[in-house]
Every structure is written in C-alpha cells, then in structure tokens.
C-alpha cells in the first residue's frame, strides 16, 4: 500500500498540533528497493513511503546493536555521552534521571500534551511500559520459534561467548502467528479510533531480525535458483588493522566458510530467507500505512520510518551487526509531513540522533536543550544549509566511524585507522588510511572526533561475544 499526501490538500488548522506515526523496523539494512541495496528486494510499500516523503540516503545509526542504537534514538545523546555502548540490562537505565527516565522522546511529548501509545519492539532494556502512557504488548518478542529449541541451518558452536538466534527457515504457517502481524492489527485498530488529544504512536516491527522465521509463502517470492547473492571477497579483512579484526570477531555467528561451503548452499538459503523477512515486513507496514491512509488522522500525521541499524549478509566474513562498517551502519530512514514538504531526497550525512530534535521541531514543541542531534527539517525544505561533514557511530568505547557524504572513517582505542571512499570503492573493500594522499583528509576526520567517551554506563550488560570484548570490558570496569 502506498500512502501518497497531497501537497494541495487542505491543511489542518494551525492550532491543532500534528500526530506522530513512528515506525521502528528491527535489523533492516539497504535491502529495500528505493536503496537499491539489493536487486531482488521487494518492498513496494516502503518504497512507496519513500516516494512520497523526504528519504535520507546517507542515515546512519549512532550505535550499530539494538541497545545502544535505540538508546541514543530515543534519549537524544550519543553513546559517549550516556556510555550506553554495548548492550543494556533490565533496571539500571529506568534509574538514570540524567540522560534516559523522563528525557525519552515519547516521555517528552507525553509532558507537552500528547497521547504517547505503543505496540512492539521499541525500547531496549528500558521498559516500553514506562516510555508510553500505553503499551499495547510485545506478544512472542523474537518468536515464535519451533519446539524443543529445533534449528532449521545455523546450529550453535559450543563457544564460551554471547550466543545467537541466528538461523533460517520457513516459520510458523501462518502470518498470524507471527509478532508483526499482531503488531499491525493494533495498529490499525488504534488508528481508527477518535483521539481526543495529538498522539504519539509508535510501532514496532520485529523482522528482519534474526532468526529469518516468516512462513513459506514469502520464501515462495524468491526462488531459491534466482537468488543473487551479495559481493563479498574473502580477503576483505587483510588490510584492516590487527584491532578491528579482533574487535569485529563474532565467534557465533555464520563465516563464509559456513555459507560458501557446498557450492554457497548456505549463503543462498540464508539471502533468500532475509529477502523473504523484509518482504514479510514490508506488508506489515503496508497494513498500518493503509489503515492512516482511510483514517481521519490523515492529513495531520507526521510519519517517520527508520531501522535501528543495519546488517551484514556475508560481507565482511559476517551475518551480524556489531560492526563500524556500512553495512552494519547504515539505514532507511523517511519522514513523510503532510501538506508542509515535498517528496525529496536527501544524500548529507545523517543520524538517528536527528529524529528527536527533527520531530520536536515538526510539532512545535519547545526545544530540548540536551539533545545532541540536528534537526532535519532544514533538508526536508530543500534550504540547502550548511550541514555537518560527518555523522558519527561509535561501537566499544573509544572506537568510532565516521561518514561523510563519500567517506568512511574508523578510528580504533588503540589509534588504529581506515578510509573507505565510496565513490571508488562502495563495498569498502580497500583502506586507505596509509594512503599519502588522503593524509590531510583523515586529520579533519581525526578532529571531527568526540572529545570526551563517558564510562560505561552501569546498565551495560554482561557477558563479551569475544575475547577482545571480554579484556576490553575488564579494562574498562565492566566485569564479566
């Protein structure tokens, strides 16, 4: 379903505050059909969104796990300003009245008048009950799963470090079992009530994160002999320095050796099931864009949709996040306000962190102070301002990337570095950080660099998915 506004129509009295419809999509990287990050991706109702709002091509999320990523979204500051870098546990975020309790975006307009309401994964280790005045349920949360802990392909090593739900196959039998399609349903049930008072609504989709369960007939979609499988080379991480090896190792998850093996048996099994996830979702969101399309809150709804980070699908020797490349980084990120801005694009560098002070602008609410984003709304106008060079992401304390509109920079705790120039080279195969040409380039990288990398905040979560992790933590006060 394409949600298309009319620029012409006619535009809600000036009193009225505008409804915020926020639509969170868990692990979605560049795999939808307006990114063109794959050519089989079938998302027509994203796409469709896309075409009718302003669509970021260069976003990308401050912290490339659920947690931190989350975190910063919705408190408005950068990991290394709450030292929420790794992900967090179940109490300790609801204690800090400094940077989460009471500061998050829907707390924020729920204390300016509206009526905050949400279905779904959108918090991370701080209770959506306690985010929203109501919470319509999880459901399954990342079900459901087959009985007596069955996998389909990707079992488990017996390895002392975080595990997975990584694994793929066609789960349950129908999309009525699955979490997003309850998800959806409340959704369109809340959106076809009155609302007595502008609302805040989020909804929280699941899939595509892992594992890649939907039933067969998504994966019907993708003949398993059509499918093209992503570029990767298998000596992509030779000239990377020592630490980013280490730091990225991700002992649980599939390698290449695993997918490539039996003539890319694997590799194939697991892309088509990713594709068959972002097509199942794309329906889901289709479900709620059709349910604001028929309702009266139409023509007074902003809308934004984004992913919490990205996904790796073998580049990189990988099918994970955890990285600081832009696979793991990068996000489709739209916000559609209707009668106010028309369809545009957008390639400047930008962040999840700018949704905060993008959304309180948008509604006319007073600034927050603390927030360390940017509004968008200059981009959406097509002003033309002047705008950062680089957004940043920071994964582990003390490593950070940077991205410009062409560049990717990383710069490890240890000082070790890389330069990535996506004019060239888009799958960031070759560094060229020790490249003397580029040497005046990486010393505006190295000062765009934060100041200051709080502690680990206190929620940080046990238990390393490396052994680099697990000294790293240690050394950082985190025990294990």
């Avoid at 309401?117 to 009950?129: E, S, T, V």
């Avoid at 603390?370 to 002047?386: R, T």
């Avoid at 996506?422 to 100041?451: G, V, Y």
């Avoid at 990398?453 to 933590?473: C, D, E, M, S």
Wanted: hydrophobic letters at 35%.
């Amino acid at each position: 379903m394409t949600l298309q506004y009319s620029v012409h129509a006619r535009a809600a009295d000036e009193t009225m505050r505008p409804n915020v419809l926020m639509i969170a999509i868990d692990d979605l990287n560049d795999w939808v059909g307006w990114l063109a990050g794959h050519p089989q991706a079938r998302t027509p109702n994203i796409d469709g969104l896309a075409g009718g709002g302003t669509s970021f091509t260069n976003a990308h999320c401050q912290g490339p796990i659920c947690g931190p990523s989350r975190a910063c979204l919705l408190s408005g500051s950068y990991p290394f300003t709450t030292g929420l870098y790794q992900q967090p546990n179940n109490k300790d975020m609801q204690l800090d009245t400094k940077h989460f309790h009471g500061h998050l975006l829907p707390q924020y307009f729920a204390q300016h008048g509206y009526k905050t309401l949400a279905a779904g994964k959108i918090c991370h280790g701080y209770p959506d009950i306690m985010a929203f005045q109501a919470y319509g349920g999880k459901w399954e949360g990342f079900g459901p799963k087959p009985p007596n802990g069955h996998r389909f392909h990707y079992h488990l090593p017996d390895l002392p470090w975080t595990g997975t739900q990584t694994d793929w196959g066609a789960f349950p039998d129908v999309d009525s079992k699955m979490p997003d399609h309850k998800v959806a349903a409340w959704a369109e049930q809340q959106l076809a009530k009155q609302h007595d008072q502008p609302f805040f609504m989020a909804v929280g989709f699941i899939r595509p994160h892992v594992p890649f369960y939907v039933p067969q007939k998504w994966f019907e979609m993708f003949p398993l002999e059509d499918i093209q499988l992503p570029k990767v080379r298998r000596d992509d991480l030779e000239d990377v320095p020592e630490i980013s090896r280490q730091m990225h190792e991700l002992p649980k998850y599939p390698t290449m050796d695993f997918l490539q093996a039996d003539n890319n048996k694997q590799f194939r099994l697991c892309v088509q099931a990713y594709l068959a996830c972002t097509a199942f979702v794309d329906h889901q969101v289709g479900r709620v864009l059709k349910a604001l399309a028929i309702s009266q809150h139409v023509e007074n709804t902003i809308l934004v949709l984004f992913s919490d980070h990205g996904y790796h699908l073998g580049e990189k020797n990988r099918v994970s996040k955890h990285s600081l490349w832009e696979e793991s980084t990068r996000v489709p990120l739209i916000i559609v306000c209707p009668n106010r801005y028309n369809a545009s694009r957008s390639d400047l560098p930008v962040g999840l962190i700018d949704i905060y002070p993008t959304l309180v602008e948008l509604c006319g609410l007073p600034a927050k102070s603390s927030n360390e984003g940017v509004s968008l709304v200059p981009l959406m106008s097509q002003a033309q301002p002047e705008w950062r060079h680089a957004i940043p992401t920071t994964y582990a304390r003390g490593s950070h990337s940077l991205r410009s509109r062409q560049h990717r920079y990383i710069r490890y705790e240890d000082g070790s570095e890389e330069l990535y120039d996506h004019a060239t080279d888009p799958h960031e195969w070759t560094n060229l950080a020790s490249s003397r040409q580029h040497q005046k380039m990486i010393a505006q990288f190295r000062r765009e660099l934060p100041q200051r990398n709080a502690k680990y905040h206190p929620a940080t979560k046990k238990g390393p998915v490396n052994a680099w992790f697990r000294q790293h933590l240690a050394g950082n006060g985190v025990e294990n």
